[in-house]
């Protein structure tokens, strides 16, 4: 999950990101902290959703994009359950 | 059918099998499976306990004709195995928050550039692993992949899916393989284009092996590809983890 690394530099020199971390690894988002988060129910190497589940996959990837425009502070995490559309922020 | 009761351990065959060792061998082991690994982090009792609940889930599953619940169940097996190991990890560093850079457009005049740990690359690219290695001989050798430093892989916008491969060792890549877009969303992101909800995909878009030398992708590495973001001149980066 060294994504959170890559979105602080990239942050750093003044371009927006948006980091999709699953719920077995918010530890690690929660430590590096990353301007934006989305932390998803799903298992490693499926963190947008199931494979051919593109209603899913967008859901996803929409909660995401809001975040580049909602978010007003770093860090911002939401938790997205995409199996019941339910969205919490968390921090 | 015959019901086998008297089938007693035969004491010149091999050791019998405990539940603990099954799910070590899962662990880029003799059985190899990313997809269930996460279970060598259970005690044995955490894990007679998940195989009992997995056993039930799938029958369910055959019987109910749906496998959300089953989905569910493995999804929560798998955090349950994981963040109790990320809390206690003996080496756990506090970052400083992150700079924060608000959007300077509407997102749907954004160019948005995709950025995956998850080792993806094109037929025409090298794998992160050694050409010696075949993939299997790579995701037994995981520790390697720590040495290994960071390396790049830009994909075009344009890459038609049947072109990109998946070579992480550390996650199961069967759902990758099935549809990319669980974790590289390249026509996710074209179908989003196309509908006006973003500007525009990045022309140029890129992937690495999440896996690889730490201390390297931070002081190196991610600066550099920062710079090379900017230099294309994207508006906003979207990050998928491997």
């Given at each position: 999950?060294?994504?959170?690394?890559?979105?602080?530099?990239?942050?750093?020199?003044?371009?927006?990101?948006?980091?999709?971390?699953?719920?077995?690894?918010?530890?690690?988002?929660?430590?590096?902290?990353?301007?934006?988060?989305?932390?998803?129910?799903?298992?490693?190497?499926?963190?947008l959703?199931?494979?051919?589940?593109?209603?899913?996959?967008?859901a996803?990837?929409?909660?995401?994009?809001?975040?580049?425009?909602?978010?007003?502070?770093?860090?911002?995490?939401e938790?997205?359950?995409?199996?019941?559309?339910?969205?919490?922020?968390?921090? | 059918?015959?019901?086998?009761?008297?089938?007693?351990?035969?004491?010149?065959?091999?050791?019998?099998?405990?539940?603990?060792?099954?799910?070590?061998?899962?662990?880029?082991?003799?059985?190899?499976?990313?997809a269930?690994?996460?279970?060598?982090?259970?005690?044995?009792?955490?894990?007679?306990?998940?195989?009992?609940?997995?056993?039930?889930?799938?029958?369910?599953?055959?019987?109910?004709?749906?496998?959300?619940?089953?989905?569910?169940?493995?999804?929560?097996?798998?955090?349950?195995?994981?963040?109790?190991?990320?809390?206690?990890?003996?080496?756990?560093?506090d970052?400083?928050?992150a700079?924060?850079?608000?959007?300077?457009?509407?997102?749907?005049?954004?160019?948005?550039?995709?950025?995956?740990?998850?080792?993806i690359?094109?037929?025409?690219?090298d794998?992160?692993?050694?050409?010696?290695?075949?993939?299997?001989?790579?995701?037994?050798?995981?520790?390697?992949?720590?040495?290994?430093?960071?390396s790049?892989?830009?994909?075009?916008?344009?890459?038609?899916?049947?072109?990109?491969?998946?070579?992480?060792?550390?996650?199961?890549?069967?759902?990758?393989?099935?549809d990319?877009?669980?974790?590289?969303?390249?026509?996710?992101?074209?179908?989003?284009?196309?509908?006006?909800?973003?500007?525009?995909?990045?022309?140029?878009?890129?992937?690495?092996?999440?896996?690889?030398?730490?201390?390297?992708?931070?002081?190196?590495?991610?600066?550099?590809?920062?710079?090379?973001?900017?230099?294309?001149?994207?508006?906003?980066?979207?990050?998928?983890?491997?």
């Open positions: 999950m060294t994504v959170g690394h890559v979105a602080r530099a990239i942050e750093a020199i003044g371009i927006p990101t948006v980091c999709v971390y699953i719920e077995a690894f918010r530890p690690d988002a929660e430590l590096l902290k990353p301007a934006r988060t989305l932390v998803t129910p799903h298992l490693m190497g499926r963190p959703g199931l494979p051919h589940r593109r209603e899913q996959q967008l996803v990837i929409r909660a995401a994009l809001r975040l580049l425009e909602t978010a007003d502070h770093a860090p911002t995490m938790t997205f359950d995409s199996w019941t559309h339910q969205m919490k922020r968390t921090s | 059918m015959v019901d086998h009761q008297a089938n007693a351990p035969d004491s010149s065959g091999p050791e019998p099998l405990s539940l603990k060792a099954f799910a070590a061998s899962l662990y880029h082991a003799e059985r190899a499976d990313n269930f690994k996460f279970l060598k982090n259970f005690s044995e009792e955490d894990l007679a306990n998940f195989v009992q609940g997995l056993l039930r889930q799938v029958g369910d599953a055959i019987d109910d004709g749906s496998t959300e619940a089953l989905a569910r169940f493995v999804e929560q097996g798998q955090v349950a195995a994981y963040v109790p190991t990320q809390i206690t990890a003996p080496f756990r560093p970052f400083p928050d700079s924060f850079s608000p959007m300077r457009k509407p997102l749907r005049e954004a160019t948005v550039a995709l950025f995956s740990s998850g080792a690359y094109r037929d025409d690219q794998p992160y692993y050694p050409a010696e290695l075949t993939y299997e001989q790579a995701v037994r050798d995981v520790h390697k992949a720590t040495e290994r430093f960071p790049l892989r830009v994909i075009p916008a344009e890459t038609p899916e049947e072109r990109l491969c998946v070579g992480h060792v550390a996650y199961d890549i069967r759902a990758a393989q099935k990319i877009n669980v974790i590289f969303p390249l026509t996710r992101f074209r179908e989003l284009a196309q509908d006006e909800v973003i500007g525009a995909l990045a022309e140029r878009n890129y992937s690495y092996h999440g896996l690889t030398n730490i201390p390297r992708l931070m002081q190196e590495s991610a600066p550099q590809w920062a710079q090379m973001l900017k230099d294309d001149g994207v508006d906003a980066v979207f990050l998928i983890p491997g």
